[in-house]
């Protein structure tokens, strides 16, 4: 199976800090990947250095084949869709919701080119796929948190990207509003055509099954990955954040409780 994405021995120090440190990790195309890591691990150190904007200190980065420092970068950046907050406090605010999702077409911020009408029909096929169609020509700042993700996540797929990674898209959701984005999440996974998902967070209850395969990581350092429910799993676990933890699945969805 093709390597989507191949991180090899990979360290990087800052200010004499070794903020990661011998990372092996190789995404396979096919299977979807969970990072399950608490504040400060490394997580978005890591996701920097998957779109090229942090080099390491030491080992190799492989992208859908491509090897960095060999090949270019805006170019494979094209491939790699990256939904975050970052960008969310970006998007003009009184931009319509039609035109974020269109941008990603274009990977800019606002809308500066003349848009076809299959761009609108694209725009509102991806809407409909994330069931928020009915936000087509509402201004984006009359979107409630939860809309503003999913639009955000239909923009990145306009470019029709290979890897979509998607950091903490929960943040700042309600009970509600987050079980509705994980359901399009997991639609979206089960996509046979739809690209491979990185799923970034702290929170363990976000993970789901749909990713067959989650990445432990704990001070800058890979603490366990593998099958999703070996990671998932109360021993595994009760290590990794150093405290008892109970976990029970109930379907497709674990429940914790600190004990
Ligand atoms: N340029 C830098 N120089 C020094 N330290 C840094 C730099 N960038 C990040 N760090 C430190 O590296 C550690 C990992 O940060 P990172 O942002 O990757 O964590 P994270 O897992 O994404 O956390 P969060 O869930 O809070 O976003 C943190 O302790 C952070 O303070």
Redesign the pocket.
């Known amino acids: 199976m093709e390597n989507i994405i191949e991180v090899a021995g990979v360290s990087l120090m800052?200010?004499g800090?070794k903020?990661l440190s011998d990372i092996h990790w190789t995404v396979k195309k096919g299977e979807h990947w969970a990072v399950l890591?608490?504040?400060?691990?490394?997580?978005?150190?890591?996701?920097?250095m998957i779109n090229g904007y942090i080099w390491p200190t030491k080992g190799s980065i492989k992208v859908l084949g491509k090897a960095f420092g060999k090949t270019s970068l805006p170019e494979l950046r094209k491939s790699i869709g990256w939904v975050s907050s970052s960008i969310q406090e970006r998007i003009p605010r009184t931009q319509l919701a039609r035109d974020v999702v269109i941008s990603g077409k274009y990977a800019s911020i606002g809308l500066y080119e003349a848009v076809d009408a299959q761009d609108e029909e694209k725009a509102l096929r991806l809407m409909e796929q994330l069931h928020c169609a009915s936000l087509f020509s509402r201004a984006y700042e009359h979107c409630s948190q939860g809309e503003r993700q999913k639009l955000l996540i239909a923009r990145a797929l306009m470019a029709e990207p290979r890897i979509l990674i998607l950091d903490?898209p929960c943040n700042g959701l309600d009970l509600f509003a987050r079980e509705i984005l994980l359901e399009s999440v997991e639609e979206l996974a089960k996509d046979k055509n739809g690209p491979t998902l990185v799923y970034?967070t702290?929170h363990p209850e976000e993970i789901s099954p749909a990713f067959q395969k989650t990445l432990l990581?704990r001070n800058?350092e890979v603490f366990r990955q593998g099958r999703t429910s070996e990671m998932i799993e109360k021993q595994v676990l009760s290590r990794f954040f150093e405290h008892e933890i109970h976990v029970e699945w109930r379907g497709n969805r674990a429940l914790f409780q600190v004990v």
């Open positions: 800052r200010d800090k903020l890591g608490l504040n400060g691990s490394g997580k978005t150190t890591l996701l920097n903490e970034v702290h990581i800058g």
